[in-house]
């Protein structure tokens, strides 16, 4: 049994930061890609950030370039979400995936295990 657990979220002001975290456990991941997506209220899901669990590549969405980073520890089976320099836009609940089977998988259909998600608020 998968089990993502997620951890971080808030309430912030816009230019603020946060770091989001994802437990992993019930399974390693060393060839598959995690990934972190949000969903504002009625908004579809989108793709925010994803990384290789093995190698440590990244890639993320432009409207998160230079702002955001994605990272993982192997270690403690842990991903983790950087958000600097946060914008209202940025209000969403997040959420992490994993199993992503597809070389930088980054639409929903890709990845079969899913986080609870967690709430992250922007105030202007």
């Known amino acids: 049994q998968v089990q993502l657990v997620e951890s971080g979220g808030g309430l912030v002001q816009a230019g603020g930061s946060l770091r989001l975290s994802c437990a992993a456990s019930?399974?390693?991941?060393?060839?598959?890609?995690m990934g972190w997506f949000r969903q504002a209220p009625g908004k579809e899901r989108e793709f925010v950030a994803g990384?290789?669990?093995?190698?440590?590549?990244?890639y993320g969405a432009d409207s998160v370039k230079g702002r955001f980073t994605i990272s993982r520890d192997k270690a403690k089976n842990t991903m983790y979400l950087q958000m600097n320099s946060l914008k209202p836009e940025d209000t969403a609940v997040y959420y992490c995936?994993?199993?992503?089977?597809?070389?930088?998988?980054?639409?929903?259909?890709?990845?079969?295990?899913w986080g609870q998600g967690s709430q992250v608020t922007v105030s202007s």
């Open positions: 995936a994993a199993g992503g089977k597809v070389v930088r998988a980054s639409a929903s259909n890709e990845y079969d295990y």
């Open positions: 019930g399974r390693t991941f060393s060839r598959y890609f």
């Open positions: 990384i290789g669990w093995s190698g440590g590549s990244t």
